[in-house]
């Protein structure tokens, strides 16, 4: 009985201790990358490169999703705010949430499952198949040429896809209650304008979305750097990539809406 | 796929997220009516500023000239002081009345202005002598309870 609970503790333990190791192990990583990231702005190509696969393919999920997203706030938004009589600021309501929170948190969850898996995928089986090791052979270092241009591309494509989620959110809102249902288009826009504020709320979501960007690519880079090179181990990489990076995205959210909107006096 | 067709697209996609973060600011934020330009400051004691908060709106006529900066409490007076950043498109006289109205039955509250007829124009950093509170409630039913027991 005792022995019994004094293992249960250790396992515990270790898996404690395993967490924090991994957690500097990513951490170190994360400097690593950055430190070598000179090549990727030296050699720019490689980035662009990189932003077409990460950025410019994720865009029709992006923009697809955006699009409904919109729509459906729309049609609740509407449902609700007519049972009290101001159906015109479902403008406001569908903008506000788009831009403060949904935009960056959706298409941050989008970008990871889209985008972080291919390159955890990617990047895992360059190592399975000693690919990395290769390069390291040739004297190229696998950190500089594979792991920070994607990282970088990551980065830039974050925020980018963003904005166009929110503006076809928007939209997409537009449409439904202005087109379909016929709420007065000047009272959706003039509300709209009145209550979003550049600075606090515009701004605002583009650092958020900068912050995950951030947190998606050096996840996903680092569970990719560090699979186990075997078919098994990327496949449990790229889950992982996805998971961390919801759950990252998730808690940072709530962080920084903390720090940003817990009102201003 | 071949390195031009690749930077066409990449570029294409940098250009449609520029332009989307423009959109935001012009056509769904406040951007356009943003006065980046010269702006001054008055300042008002308020008996009591009911709900109002940084950020709110001054209006004149129903038209926004200003926003509020700051509201402190202030130790001299024991009243609110609250700041102004006044666009300097918009002058006012000096006998200018600043008083907390509130928008619609539940809406957020604002201040308003309504100008006076003097000849001088208030200037950076002079103080609105004549304000009028934000209307509470509590106190609007208290009187008229008062009243009544008055009456009878």
Not at chain 2, 72 to 82: K, N, P
Not at chain 2, 123 to 133: P, V
Request: charged share 15%.
């Amino acid at each position: 009985m005792y022995k019994r609970i004094a293992a249960g503790i250790q396992a515990i333990g270790h898996r404690a201790i395993d967490g924090i190791w991994r957690l500097g192990c990513a951490a170190r990583f994360f400097i690593l990358v950055l430190l070598k990231s000179t090549t990727s702005f030296l050699r720019f190509g490689l980035v662009i490169r990189e932003i077409y696969f990460v950025g410019v393919l994720s865009l029709i999920i992006i923009l697809v999703s955006g699009l409904f997203v919109g729509m459906v706030l729309g049609l609740q938004g509407y449902e609700t705010l007519q049972k009290y009589g101001s159906e015109s600021a479902v403008g406001t309501l569908v903008a506000l949430s788009l831009v403060r929170e949904l935009g960056p948190v959706m298409s941050a969850l989008l970008f990871a499952s889209r985008a972080g898996s291919a390159i955890t995928a990617e990047i895992g089986l360059m190592k399975a198949t000693e690919q990395l090791s290769a390069m390291g052979m040739m004297a190229v270092d696998p950190v500089a040429r594979v792991v920070a241009p994607r990282f970088w591309a990551g980065v830039i494509s974050m925020p980018l896809l963003a904005a166009l989620f929110s503006v076809m959110g928007v939209f997409g809102g537009y449409l439904v209650t202005v087109v379909f249902i016929g709420v007065d288009e000047g009272a959706f826009w003039s509300s709209m304008q009145n209550a979003v504020d550049f600075r606090y709320d515009i701004v605002n979501g583009v650092i958020k979305s900068c912050f995950f960007g951030v947190a998606v690519a050096a996840i996903a880079v680092f569970e990719g750097f560090d699979a186990p090179p075997t078919a098994e181990g990327v496949s449990g990489a790229t889950t992982r990539t996805v998971v961390t990076s919801a759950l990252a995205i998730l808690g940072l959210d709530f962080v920084l809406t903390a720090f940003m909107f817990r009102g201003v006096d | 796929m071949q390195r031009t067709i690749m930077d066409f697209w990449v570029g294409l996609f940098v250009l449609a997220g520029m332009v989307s973060l423009l959109i935001l600011g012009l056509k769904v934020g406040n951007l356009t009516s943003y006065n980046t330009g010269e702006s001054y400051t008055l300042f008002g004691n308020f008996e009591n500023i009911g709900g109002l908060k940084v950020r709110a709106p001054v209006k004149s006529a129903g038209v926004v000239v200003g926003r509020v900066t700051d509201i402190q409490f202030s130790l001299e007076t024991y009243d609110a002081v609250v700041t102004m950043d006044i666009n300097s498109f918009y002058r006012f006289p000096k006998d200018t009345f600043a008083s907390i109205l509130t928008s619609g039955l539940l809406g957020e509250q604002y201040i308003g202005l309504s100008p006076g007829g003097d000849e001088e124009m208030l200037e950076e950093g002079d103080k609105i002598m004549k304000t009028n509170s934000a209307m509470v409630l509590e106190e609007m039913i208290g009187r008229f309870l008062f009243d009544k027991a008055a009456e009878d």
